[in-house]
Nanobody, 129 residues
Framework: QVQLVESGGGLVQAGGSLRLSCAAS????????MGWFRQAPGKEREFVAA????????YYRDSVKGRFIISRDNAKNTLYLQMNSLKPEDTAVYYC??????????????????????WGQGTQVTVSS
């Protein structure tokens, strides 16, 4: 079994920054790619960013490009999301997810929830105007 635990969420003013972390554990943890998704109240869950576990492949949704940075520390089995220049529309519960199934698809193709196998419980990010 694989466990993902997010942290780092909170309340921040518009223009501020937050850094989310996602710690992965479990004897069977083996990742091909990891991603961040978010869900705002009354809206569907949406893709935010993804990163390959090996190599340097990353992909972002257009609205966060240039503001968010996804990264990982393989030695610590930890995924990060540095969020800068936050906007009220970034307010949501943020979830990390990991894919263990091998794929030949490029990282930009792993943007659907079904592309990932395990999920964290989420962390709330609230951006005030």
């Amino acid at each position: 079994q694989v466990q993902l635990v997010e942290s780092g969420g909170g309340l921040v003013q518009a223009g501020g920054s937050l850094r989310l972390s996602c710690a992965a554990s479990g004897r069977s943890f083996s990742s091909v790619a990891m991603g961040w998704f978010r869900q705002a109240p009354g809206k569907e869950r949406e893709f935010v960013a993804a990163i390959t576990w090996i190599g340097a492949g990353t992909y972002y949704r257009d609205s966060v490009k240039g503001r968010f940075i996804i990264s990982r520390d393989n030695a610590k089995n930890t995924l990060y999301l540095q969020m800068n220049s936050l906007k009220p529309e970034d307010t949501a519960v943020y979830y990390c997810a990991t894919r263990s199934r091998y794929t030949i698809r490029v990282i930009s193709a792993l943007i659907e929830g079904d592309d990932y196998d395990y999920w964290g419980q989420g962390t709330q990010v609230t951006v005030s105007s």
